[in-house]
Nanobody, 113 residues
Framework: QVQLVESGGGLVQRGGSLRLSCLAS????????MAWYRQAPGKQRELVAL???????KYADSVKGRFTISRDNTKNTVYLEMNSLKPEDTAVYYC???????WGQGTQVTVSS
């Protein structure tokens, strides 16, 4: 079992920045690919960013060049650095051990115009 707890969400103005954190705990040897998803009201949950191992990353086209995913295995934490935020980035952001049933509870990000 893996428990994931996100933090760092909040209210920010257009053009602002936030850094989300996802702390992993539980019984596991090594976490494989870790991902951030988001779900806006009335929309499907979508993949935002993915990190495989320590360096290989993948991003949704809508966030490329603005968001950066990273992980610190010594702290069992995955981060999502979000810059140049837009109102359309408003959503609940979830951390996930990608491809598994292990999700965090989500953290709200609201970008005002």
């Amino acid at each position: 079992q893996v428990q994931l707890v996100e933090s760092g969400g909040g209210l920010v103005q257009r053009g602002g920045s936030l850094r989300l954190s996802c702390l992993a705990s539980g019984s596991y040897d090594r976490l494989p690919a870790m991902a951030w998803y988001r779900q806006a009201p009335g929309k499907q949950r979508e993949l935002v960013a993915l990190v495989i191992g320590g360096a290989k990353t993948k991003y949704a086209d809508s966030v490329k060049g603005r968001f950066t995913i990273s992980r610190d295995n010594t702290k069992n934490t995955v981060y999502l650095e979000m810059n140049s935020l837009k109102p359309e980035d408003t959503a609940v952001y979830y951390c996930r051990v990608n491809g598994t049933k292990f999700w965090g509870q989500g953290t709200q990000v609201t970008v005002s115009s």
